[in-house]
């Protein structure tokens, strides 16, 4: 379950230049199900208009305290009573002052006195009001009240200096506010899962790959997000639409697949591979289509990085999960690979059979760790997520706590 579905939210805009962010930010948040009504302080205006982000946004702007129409729609204590989270994107360096002090002479700093619901700000400054004593004094004594400080960041700024001031991505506040509301075991962490087959180009036209449908990846992520954890889903080319809630990246080659997995690496605290990684590709690519001029062509091979062996022989790996398809000698094959790639847990699944694998609705899983084995019988790749997910859990809190 989406933890924003339905969530009756106010963004808060004021004064800064990443007010221009604040658009793509109401439409990440509806994506994920948010019920969005926008409160623009008058310097906000300034920087993004009231009728883009009531375009976006599909409701009516506020803005006005003192507004005789707006207070007979939804005044500003209705408004107040109606939000079910308040995040303020971005946050000045003068609003975060005024919420301090517990100034209301607009309608954002008055909803945020009269409001009961949880607030979040996203400060966006110059790096130098960021780091001024007193910015920072005003952040504490929010945070003791229980407000949520979301970044700032670090990077070039508008102003063109560079250092922490920046506002955080919309897509990262989207998942920072689907952490606030998470519940469940995975609460707070991140699982990193590869899907789907790749594709591995020999000219423009042409490439080798295979018939993983990535249904199995998919329906993993969504078990994932039902356990409370944040999840970055890796997918080669699939006609699949990810879950919402679900980060998906997408990617066509091992290599990409590779480069995205390392990138997201250092902060997962459980990865899954359930990509059908290709394991050779050409070593050259024709620039142009290959004629078939010769009775015979001999296309040159070589491996491609093992992106789960890479992630499990780090130093410092998350707890990881490797998928073995197999057309015969299944726990064999499965037992070693668990020892030589040095995984947590293996998954292992007969492919080449009527009904279950690859392109099909079912499956059914062996599944090996250091000590044991489990195996669940035919069912749907959803239903056998939910309970794969179940046992990784156990696993993991077993293993890393
Ligand atoms: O060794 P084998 O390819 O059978 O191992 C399968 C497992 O390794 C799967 O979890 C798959 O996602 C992963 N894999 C990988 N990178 C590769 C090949 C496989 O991550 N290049």
């Known amino acids: 379950m989406n933890t924003l579905t339905h969530k009756k939210m106010i963004l808060g805009i004021t004064g800064s230049i990443a007010a221009y962010k604040s658009a793509d930010l109401v439409r990440r948040l509806r994506e994920q199900g948010a019920d969005v009504r926008v409160v623009m302080t008058a310097a906000a205006t300034k920087f993004i208009t009231p009728l883009t982000l009531q375009a976006v946004s599909g409701q009516r702007v506020h803005i006005h305290l003192l507004d005789v129409h707006a207070e007979a729609a939804m005044g500003h204590i209705e408004l107040a009573r ?29 909803l945020c006195l009269a409001t009961t619901a949880p ?32 970044g700032p960041t670090s990077g070039s700024q508008a102003c063109g200096e560079t250092g922490i001031g920046r506002m955080l991505d919309p897509l990262e506040l989207v998942h920072c506010l689907q952490d606030l509301f998470q519940s469940g075991p995975l609460q707070g962490k991140k699982v990193l899962i590869t899907a789907g087959p790749t594709r591995e180009d020999i000219d423009p036209v042409r490439f080798i790959s295979n018939r993983s449908s990535g249904r199995m990846g998919y329906a993993i992520a969504e078990a994932a997000l039902a356990q409370g954890a944040q999840v970055t889903l890796v997918s080669g080319p699939v006609s699949l639409s990810p ?42 690519q024709a620039t142009q289509k290959l004629k078939k001029n010769e009775a015979h062509l001999q296309l040159n091979l070589e491996r491609t990085p093992d992106i789960l062996a890479t992630v499990a022989n780090l130093p410092t790996p998350p707890f990881t999960v490797g998928f073995a398809a197999e057309t015969h000698h299944l726990a064999d094959y499965a037992h070693s690979k668990l020892k030589h790639k040095k995984l947590d847990m293996i998954v292992a699944n007969l492919v080449g059979i009527e009904g279950i694998g690859f392109e099909s609705e079912d499956n059914a899983l062996s599944i090996f760790w250091n000590g044991g084995s489990i195996e669940l019988p035919r069912k749907s790749k959803k239903e056998l997520a939910n309970q794969l997910l179940e046992i990784i859990i156990e696993r993991f809190l077993r293993v890393c706590s």
């Open 119 to 150: 607030i979040s700000v996203a400060p966006a400054m110059n790096q130098q009001m960021w780091q001024a004593p007193i910015t920072q004094e005003n952040c504490q004594r929010l945070q003791q009240r229980g407000l949520k400080i979301l």
């Open 243 to 284: 879950p919402s809630g679900v980060h998906k990246v997408s990617v066509y080659s091992a290599q990409d697949m590779y480069e995205a997995v390392m990138t997201y690496i250092p902060t997962t605290d459980i990865f899954i591979a359930v990509a059908a990684v290709a394991d050779y590709r050409p070593v050259q």
């Open 82 to 110: 109606w939000a079910e989270v308040v995040l303020i994107a971005p946050c000045s360096a003068d609003f975060l002052a005024k919420l301090t002090y517990g100034q209301a002479d607009d309608l954002l700093s008055t």
